[in-house]
């Protein structure tokens, strides 16, 4: 189950997974003062367990462009006003393997509800692998994997509207009961 960050408790739970999570990994921190939306992962019992934020991105100006050249991609340029960037993707220790696909349904469902394209993310080894044979994830490594901010990350592009508009070859995409069928999808 997911759900946007709607109050002051929800971001503090949100902000203490992160961290969390980053610490665990040794990763620096780093806050965002613009998001787009802030996702909480819960368990069936209410347990803050995992979070996922989203950016804007722009081809002249992001900061991850800093980091990788995200802008000089043909995909990105061509969908640069449908893209959106994908941070603090996170899950805490004892709850990974079970809520990564709904930590990832929520991508997906943000992604649809907004109209949006493709991700941009810079993506621990590990987890990027994860995403590719266990979720079957369409994406594309743009470089090699680079040393930032205390660990090693690879750049990548996510085709994310490939995931929301074939449903069906993604057994692990769900979304909350009643969004289903609406036009214009809100994470509620």
Known sequence: MFKRVENELELAMF??????VWREKGFELEFSDQSLAKIVILTDEGHYVGTTEFKSYSISDSQINETAPFHEHPDVIASANEIVEIDKMAILRTYR????????????????????KYFVSLLEPVFLRALKVSFQIPLKKLGEKIFYKGDY??????????IYQNKNRFEWVQYPQDALGRRRLAVE
Not at 15 to 20: A, K, R
Not at 110 to 115: G, K, L, M, P, V
Not at 153 to 162: E, F, G, S, Y
């Open 153 to 162: 990350v690879n750049p990548v592009l996510i085709d994310v509207a490939q």
């Open 97 to 116: 393997g079970r809520y990564i696909s709904d930590l990832l349904s929520a991508c997906v469902y943000f992604a649809e509800s907004e109209r949006i």
């Open 15 to 20: 902000n203490g997974i992160w961290t969390t």
